[in-house]
C-alpha cells in the first residue's frame, strides 16, 4: 500500500512539472517573440504568485545579464527599478502615518517642520490649497519636473544630498530667508483635483524627504546609526520582507559594502547586476546618478524581490504591509490626462497605477503565444511600471476571480534607449498577461508555435516530461525493491534517551532561531544596515 502511495505521489508531482515546464517555454516564447522585434532585448525575467496559495506560482527568466557576458539572467538579476521606488517610500510614509510616528492625515496641510527651511507648500495660484501628502502621492501636487534630470551627475562625481537637492530644487533665498523658487508649481492647475495629475518625480523626492524628517525627530524609530528614511525602508521593510537583494546605489555610484570580520570589506551585488549597455552593445563607461535616489535611477532590485514586496502588499492576506497596500489601492481614482505617465494608464492610487486590462491582453496576444487573456478593460488591474533608459520592469495586480488576486512581476533589460525615447510598455504587458493567464489556470487557449530561445524550444516540456517518467519509473520500482525485497528491521524494545537528546518541553527549536527569524519564505533579512551607509 505504501509504494502504492508513492507512485501516486510521483505521477501527481510529475504532472506539475509537466505543465510548469509547458508555461515557462510558452513565456519563453514569449521573450523570443520580443527579442525578434526588437534586437536589443537582451534579457527578462518574470514570477507570478496568487492568494490561492500565497506562494510564487511561476517564475522564469530568459537571456542573459549583458550582451558581452554569457552569465543568465535570472530573477535574481539586479536591474534598476527607475521610478518604482517610489512604492518603497509611499509605504514607509503609510507606515509611518499609520503608527502616529508622523502625525499627519493624509488630506491635512503638512505642517512646516517636515518641509524644507520651514517654508509652506502651496501653489502661488492657488494658495489656499496647501500641499498634502495625498498631493505628492496621487501626483496632483501640481509640482513641476521640470528640473528633476538637471540635478544627474556621472559616477564617480558625487550627487548633492537630499536635503541639499531638495533646498536647491524647491527654494530660493535672499537675504538670509528662504521661499518656494520660481517654476516650482505649474500653472493654471488647481492643486488636488484629479484634472491637475501630472507624474512628477519631485513628488517623490519631497515625500522622501519628508519621511526623512520624521525619523530625525524620533530617531529611535530606527537602530542603525544613520537616521534617515533609507534606514528605515531596510530595517522595516526591506529585511521583513526578506528582500535582500535591493539596494541604493551610494551618490558616487560605488554598490553597498560590507565589512567582513577582521576589518576587510567587500562590494555586494557586483556579479549580479544586469550591464548597463550602450546602444552599440558595449558596457556602458558612465553611471547617471541623482540625489533622489527613489524617484529615479538609483534604486535596484530583483524579480525575485519585488514579487515578495507584491506578496506582502496585497497577495497574502497576513502579509507584513496588507493594512499598507489596502490603503494604497483602496484611494484608486480614475484619471482621463492627456500625459499619461505610461500607455493604458487608467488612474491613481496612493503611490499606485492603475492599467487598463485590455491593453495588456492585447499586448499577450499580439505575441501570437496566448489567443485570449484573463483581463478586460472592467479588470481591476493595479501596480507599477518604471521605465528608463536601460530596463523596464512591471507589477501587476488583479482580481481575475472573486477574492483571489493574481500578481506578476517582470523585468526586461536592453540597450540604451536614451532618456527621451524609452521602450513601449507592451514588452512589460506582453510578458505579464501571458503569465497572469498560466497563473489564473488558463492554458488552454495557448499557441502551440515552435520558436527557438536560447537554445529552448516548444520541445523543452517534452524533454521535461520524458525525463520526469523516468522519475516516476525509478520511483516505482525503488518502491518496489524496499517494501518486497529489502525486510524491515525488527522493532526495538524499549529505550532509554538521554534527557540532552528530547526535544524541548515548549515545543520550540533546540537548534536556534528557524525560518521564522527570517522572511517569510526563509530567504534572511538581507545585509546588515550598516552596507547601505559605507
Keep these: 500500500m505504501r509504494a502504492h502511495l508513492r507512485v501516486l505521489c510521483a505521477v501527481a508531482v510529475a504532472a506539475v512539472l509537466v505543465a510548469a515546464a509547458n508555461d515557462i517555454t510558452d513565456l519563453a516564447q514569449v521573450f523570443s517573440f520580443q527579442q525578434s522585434g526588437d534586437t536589443t532585448i537582451f534579457g527578462a525575467a518574470v514570477a507570478t504568485q496568487t492568494t490561492a496559495r500565497q506562494i510564487p506560482e511561476l517564475t522564469g527568466a530568459f537571456g542573459v545579464r549583458a550582451t558581452e557576458s554569457s552569465s543568465p539572467y535570472t530573477i535574481d538579476s539586479n536591474v534598476r527599478i527607475n521610478t518604482m521606488g517610489e512604492l518603497l517610500v509611499v509605504a514607509a510614509a503609510l507606515k509611518l502615518i499609520d503608527s502616529s510616528a508622523l502625525p499627519i492625515s493624509l488630506d491635512s496641510p503638512i505642517p512646516t517642520q517636515y518641509l524644507p527651511r520651514g517654508v509652506t507648500f502651496a501653489n502661488p495660484n492657488s494658495p489656499s490649497n496647501p500641499l498634502t501628502m495625498q498631493m505628492l502621492m496621487m501626483h496632483t501636487s501640481t509640482i513641476s519636473d521640470a528640473r528633476f534630470n538637471t540635478f544627474t551627475t556621472n559616477a564617480p562625481t558625487a550627487t548633492l544630498d537630499l536635503r541639499s537637492f531638495v533646498e536647491s530644487y524647491f527654494l530660493t533665498s535672499s537675504g538670509g530667508t528662504f521661499r518656494l523658487a520660481d517654476g516650482v508649481f505649474t500653472t493654471g492647475a488647481t492643486p488636488g483635483a484629479l484634472a491637475s495629475y501630472s507624474y512628477a518625480r519631485a513628488n517623490t523626492a519631497l515625500l522622501h524627504y519628508i519621511v526623512e524628517q520624521a525619523i530625525i525627530a524620533v530617531p529611535g524609530l530606527v537602530s542603525s546609526t544613520e537616521k534617515t528614511a533609507l534606514a528605515y525602508i531596510h530595517e522595516q521593510i526591506l529585511a521583513p520582507l526578506g528582500m535582500s537583494n535591493t539596494f541604493v546605489r551610494h551618490r558616487t555610484g560605488t554598490f553597498p559594502k560590507v565589512t567582513l570580520p577582521g576589518g576587510a570589506s567587500t562590494t555586494l551585488y557586483s556579479g549580479s547586476v544586469v550591464e548597463d549597455v550602450t546602444s552599440t552593445g558595449g558596457v556602458a563607461t558612465t553611471t547617471t546618478l541623482h540625489p533622489a535616489v527613489f524617484s529615479d535611477y538609483m534604486t535596484y532590485?530583483?524579480?525575485?524581490?519585488?514579487?515578495?514586496?507584491?506578496?506582502?502588499?496585497?497577495?497574502?492576506?497576513?502579509?507584513?504591509?496588507?493594512s499598507v497596500g489596502t490603503r494604497m489601492k483602496g484611494a484608486m481614482q480614475t484619471i482621463s490626462t492627456s500625459t499619461p505617465p505610461v500607455t493604458g494608464f487608467r488612474g491613481q492610487g496612493l503611490g499606485l497605477m492603475f492599467f487598463d486590462g485590455a491593453a495588456i491582453c492585447a499586448a499577450a496576444q499580439a505575441t501570437q503565444i496566448a489567443t485570449r487573456c484573463p483581463l478586460t478593460t472592467d479588470s481591476r488591474v493595479w501596480g507599477f511600471q518604471g521605465n528608463g533608459e536601460y530596463s523596464q520592469v512591471g507589477l501587476y495586480c488583479a482580481e481575475i476571480a472573486a477574492g483571489t488576486t493574481t500578481c506578476a512581476?517582470?523585468?526586461?533589460?536592453?540597450?540604451?534607449?536614451?532618456?527621451?525615447?524609452?521602450?513601449?510598455?507592451?514588452?512589460?504587458?506582453?510578458?505579464?498577461?501571458?503569465?497572469?493567464?498560466?497563473?489564473?489556470?488558463?492554458?488552454?487557449?495557448?499557441?502551440?508555435?515552435?520558436?527557438?530561445?536560447?537554445?529552448?524550444?516548444?520541445?523543452?516540456?517534452?524533454?521535461?516530461?520524458?525525463?520526469?517518467?523516468?522519475?516516476?519509473?525509478?520511483?516505482?520500482?525503488?518502491?518496489?525493491?524496499?517494501?518486497?525485497?529489502?525486510?524491515?528491521?525488527?522493532?526495538?524494545?524499549?529505550?532509554?534517551?538521554?534527557?540532552?537528546?528530547?526535544?524541548?518541553?515548549?515545543?520550540?527549536?533546540?537548534?536556534?532561531?528557524?525560518?521564522?527569524?527570517?522572511?517569510?519564505?526563509?530567504?534572511?533579512?538581507?545585509p546588515a544596515p550598516a552596507a547601505y551607509y559605507e
Design 409 to 526: 512581476v517582470t523585468a526586461h533589460s536592453f540597450r540604451a534607449t536614451g532618456t527621451t525615447a524609452l521602450k513601449s510598455n507592451d514588452l512589460s504587458y506582453a510578458m505579464a498577461g501571458t503569465a497572469m493567464q498560466f497563473a489564473a489556470g488558463d492554458t488552454s487557449t495557448l499557441s502551440q508555435t515552435t520558436t527557438v530561445t536560447n537554445g529552448r524550444n516548444s520541445l523543452y516540456g517534452v524533454w521535461v516530461f520524458l525525463g520526469v517518467l523516468g522519475v516516476v519509473a525509478f520511483v516505482i520500482v525503488a518502491s518496489y525493491f524496499t517494501e518486497y525485497i529489502i525486510q524491515p528491521a525488527p522493532p526495538l524494545g524499549a529505550q532509554i534517551v538521554p534527557a540532552s537528546m528530547m526535544p524541548p518541553v515548549d515545543g520550540g527549536s533546540a537548534y536556534g532561531a528557524g525560518p521564522a527569524a527570517y522572511g517569510d519564505d526563509g530567504a534572511g533579512p538581507g
Design 301 to 322: 532590485s530583483t524579480v525575485s524581490d519585488l514579487n515578495k514586496l507584491a506578496r506582502h502588499l496585497f497577495v497574502a492576506t497576513n502579509g507584513l504591509l496588507n
